[in-house]
């Protein structure tokens, strides 16, 4: 199964309105990231927090991390039709020497709309 | 380089052919990583390269599934006797180190087996 599940799977906004998106996963982590997709193609990284860290920012996203949920939640503010990807969470296994493997959730598909 | 490259984009192959798939990886990233996403299974992991040592080749998903790094540079994934089940965007990643460090992915390369 899925180490990371996101929710919702897809959620549709107006441009200017914020997006946000949840992240559950199941077992210990070093790091989770945020990629986005455009058109099933490559995945940009969009920012890495570290479990030892409980929220970050990077230019119009707000990521914040809850260890204790185990769950994430990714915030896109003032959102632009260009923001109109898929959007997916990561994590790495802490322990057991294999931290490199990143497990994706399905991601959530975000449309938003001029 | 500027980013990871791969090469093809696409691939139509017929069902029993071998396709070879290449990844060039960002200059001076140790760790190299193959991912496949298909719609049914999401983003997989399939194989780890880190420097001189051992692959990790735990997803891959079958023995038709190869992948060799020649130099700790280049990576190339061989797909022997193709199926229709192999079609899927293959993504390819690097990173600075192994483990803890942002991947940063290719465009991929989308491959369809009639």
């Known amino acids: 199964s899925q180490q990371g599940e996101e929710d919702p799977q897809a959620l549709s906004i107006q441009e200017g309105e914020n997006a946000t998106m949840n992240c559950s996963y199941k077992?210990?982590?070093?790091?989770l990231q945020w990629y986005r997709q455009n058109s099933g193609r490559g995945l940009v990284h969009l920012i890495l927090i570290r479990s030892n860290e409980r929220e970050k920012h990077s230019g119009r996203l707000r990521v914040t991390l809850d260890t204790s949920k185990k769950s994430s939640s990714l915030l896109i503010t003032a959102s632009r039709a260009a923001d109109t990807a898929s959007y997916f969470c990561a994590t790495d296994a802490n322990g057991g020497g294999s931290n490199y493997k990143l497990t994706f959730g399905k991601g959530t598909l975000l449309t938003v709309n001029p | 380089g500027a980013g990871v490259s791969q090469s093809p984009s696409n691939k139509v192959t017929e069902k029993g052919k071998d396709v070879e798939l290449r990844c060039d990886p960002i200059?001076?990233?140790?760790?190299l990583y193959w991912y496949r996403q298909s719609l049914g299974q999401g983003l997989e992991f399939l194989i780890y390269?880190?420097?001189?040592?051992?692959?990790?080749k735990s997803g891959l998903p079958s023995d038709r599934f190869s992948a060799e790094r020649t130099g700790g540079s280049v990576s190339t994934l061989t797909i022997q006797r193709t199926q229709q089940e192999d079609s899927a965007v293959y993504l390819c990643a690097s990173s600075l180190t192994s483990g803890r460090e942002t991947q940063y992915f290719g465009p991929g390369t989308r491959l369809l087996v009639l």
């Open positions: 390269f880190q420097g001189n040592s051992a692959p990790d």
């Open positions: 200059s001076g990233h140790t760790a």
């Open positions: 077992t210990s982590i070093n790091n």
